[in-house]
């Protein structure tokens, strides 16, 4: 029988998925449902993560056989992915090889869908394909099903108006057909288009399926620009639009490429824990993948943590070894690796780190896992609990803290200052009640009174019944800082909170932070591997993101510029060049890192860089 729910009791017998979906990211990806043996139930694929999974859990609207799933689910895996079209590949794999019982399970024999072009055709057809390649042409993909086929086919007809009927009813039209009336097809049955247009068409449609988007989207740029030069606006909108359709249906197909087997492992350690992600690939495809979050120093960089990791995870165990093991981080130890490995294994075995083209992707979505692993094993409900447990201790406070707060400034050489405030409960971070503040009528740069104005604000509002009080109030800053926040507190006769300043130490590095007790004004300084620490570094970094979030948003609404200006390293030339790539600025929001990468001016490296300043909240 199912579990009874309510809007106000999401706990399932060991399963608390408020708290799991308080974490779980909105980026697309596969789930993997499990029951408290570990047996798995489900495997699902979802282009929002967070939103499709929390479907599971509402109160109603849910039929027998997913009440039933749902009452047996005690865990939840997620691997994330670069777009919902690996995503889905991943899913088919992994349902091939587990065949969880609450999946339709499809054919084994069925083998992935491509789309063909004949090369012995004058108006070559685009067409759907599956089975063996005995036709002379080319084939395109794999694709993930049928009907991802079917939108490209339908979309790239738009577009180039290619046709797709079949050679006896092509050979025996007298006049254009209903597709021709509705702007789908140039009518090459009757001649209404040069062979000349049409191969070009052909061409373009073949080089954008090739991956070669670049290099058409650049060709249609240029020919943008020329009819605009010549005041055909009508024209140039077409071209526009052909540039943006395009860059909506480009995928990077990370999950599905080239022939070849190997492990990809990633790794990354934040304050209070460690995660290692193994993706497997096999075949060209991602067939698995596996989190591990090993019990090691923090002070281990991702590099010792690796070379102590392959050697436990393969030397002395029936592991499947691959030709190759690629690593998110460069091995001191990489020789010496290779020759146990080899030895172990009878056969040739390569440790790679500086890789590139597919197995590049592979690496990057291997340790964007291991981070988003990491970040919702450490923001889990019992890791939280415990480390409001070691603040307690630490301050020897009377009892556990149930809330608390914390503030930082940001701003750029006092321009457009804004004030954060970011609030942690036991289940982590408590986004709804994040506020920013524009602080107004102060000297630029003045970080205190900028403080001291937005602590006012903040506590006043407070006062009058809109929020809650914290337990401990953060201070991002020293001492200082802390007194502006005592003077508002005072001022307000707001006695029950708790005033610590967080200040960098001596080395002004991360397990090194003075924490400044207002109350006292004495000065601690916890150990590197705390608990405690652990939290407060999270909420003081969480604070200090929120805040320079705000700040970016409000300095590109003062300057009135393009989202593209005041990202470092992105002048005016790369801005014309990016906005010519995709079209306009929003296709340039929808890219992915690896498309922005696509622009030849524009290194990875920038490409984060540009990615993470139009994506502050991912």
């Not at 294994?345 to 592979?362: D, F, I, L, P, T």
Request: aromatic share 8%; with cysteine.
């Amino acid at each position: 029988m199912a579990q009874s729910r309510n809007n106000n009791d999401t706990t399932l017998d060991g399963f608390d998925s408020q708290a799991f979906l308080a974490r779980l990211t909105q980026r697309p990806g596969v789930y993997q449902m499990r029951d408290a043996a570990g047996e798995l139930l489900y495997i699902g694929k979802a282009k929002n993560l967070k939103k499709r999974v929390s479907s599971y859990f509402r109160a109603t609207g849910l039929t027998v056989k997913t009440q039933a799933l749902v009452s047996h689910i005690r865990t939840i895996d997620v691997t994330v992915t670069n777009s919902e079209t690996e995503a889905l590949l991943l899913e088919q794999n992994l349902i091939k090889e587990y065949r969880p019982p609450y999946n339709i399970l499809l054919r084994d024999d069925k083998s992935y869908p491509y789309i063909f072009v004949s090369d012995k055709d004058t108006y070559p057809l685009l067409s759907f394909h599956r089975g063996a390649k005995r036709k002379k042409g080319s084939y395109f993909g794999p694709f993930p099903s049928r009907a991802a086929i079917n939108d490209t086919l339908g979309i790239l007809q738009k577009l180039f108006k290619i046709r797709q009927c079949d050679d006896t009813f092509f050979k025996n039209r007298s006049r254009p057909c209903l597709q021709y009336q509705i702007d789908r097809c140039s009518a090459p049955c009757v001649k209404a288009i040069t062979e000349e247009a049409y191969q070009e068409d052909v061409r373009h449609a073949s080089m954008f399926l090739q991956g070669k988007s670049h290099v058409i989207m650049k060709e249609l740029a240029d020919q943008m620009e020329v009819a605009a030069a010549s005041l055909d606006f009508e024209r140039a909108a077409v071209y526009r639009d052909q540039i943006s359709s395009l860059q909506l249906i480009q995928e990077q197909q990370f999950v599905a490429g080239d022939a070849g087997d190997a492990d990809v492992i990633a790794c990354a350690i934040l304050p209070g824990g460690v995660c290692v992600h193994v993706l497997y690939v096999r075949g060209g495809r991602i067939v698995g993948s596996k989190a591990v979050h090993p019990k090691v120093s923090i002070e281990d960089s991702p590099e010792q943590v690796l070379s102590a990791f392959i050697a436990q995870w393969y030397l002395g165990s029936a592991r499947e070894l691959p030709d190759v093991i690629i690593c998110s981080h460069d091995l001191d130890d990489k020789a010496c690796l290779e020759e146990a490995l080899t030895e172990h294994r009878g056969k040739k075995v390569s440790v790679n780190y500086r890789v590139k083209g597919e197995r590049a992707g592979w690496q990057k979505l291997a340790l964007t896992n291991a981070e988003q692993q990491l970040s919702s094993h450490l923001a889990s409900k019992q890791t939280m609990y415990q480390r409001f447990v070691q603040l307690q201790e630490a301050f020897n406070l009377d009892a556990i803290p149930k809330r608390l707060e914390c503030f930082d400034i940001s701003h750029s050489s006092g321009e457009a200052t804004v004030a954060s405030c970011v609030v942690f409960d036991h289940n982590g971070p408590l986004k709804k009640d994040y506020r920013h503040f524009n602080i107004e009528g102060i000297t630029g740069g003045d970080d205190y009174a900028a403080m001291h104005q937005a602590l006012t604000r903040r506590y006043t509002r407070i006062k009058k019944g809109e929020g809650a009080l914290p337990d401990i109030l953060f201070i991002d800053g020293g001492k200082g800082q802390v007194t502006q926040a005592v003077d508002v507190l005072r001022e307000l006769q707001i006695n029950e909170v708790q005033i610590i300043g967080v200040a960098k130490g001596t080395t002004r590095k991360a397990g090194f932070e003075t924490l400044i007790v207002a109350e006292t004004g004495q000065e601690v300084t916890l150990a590197s591997d705390s608990s405690a620490l652990h939290l407060v570094q999270h909420i003081r970094d969480e604070a200090h993101r929120f805040a320079i979030t705000g700040h970016r948003a409000r300095r590109g609404k003062a300057r009135n510029q393009s989202r593209l200006e005041g990202i470092p390293g992105v002048g005016p030339k790369r801005r014309r060049e990016l906005l010519k790539h995709f079209g306009g600025i929003q296709a340039i929001e929808r890219a992915s890192v690896a498309e922005i990468a696509k622009v030849s001016t524009i290194s990875s490296a920038l490409a984060e860089e540009i990615y993470g300043a139009l994506h502050p909240e991912d």
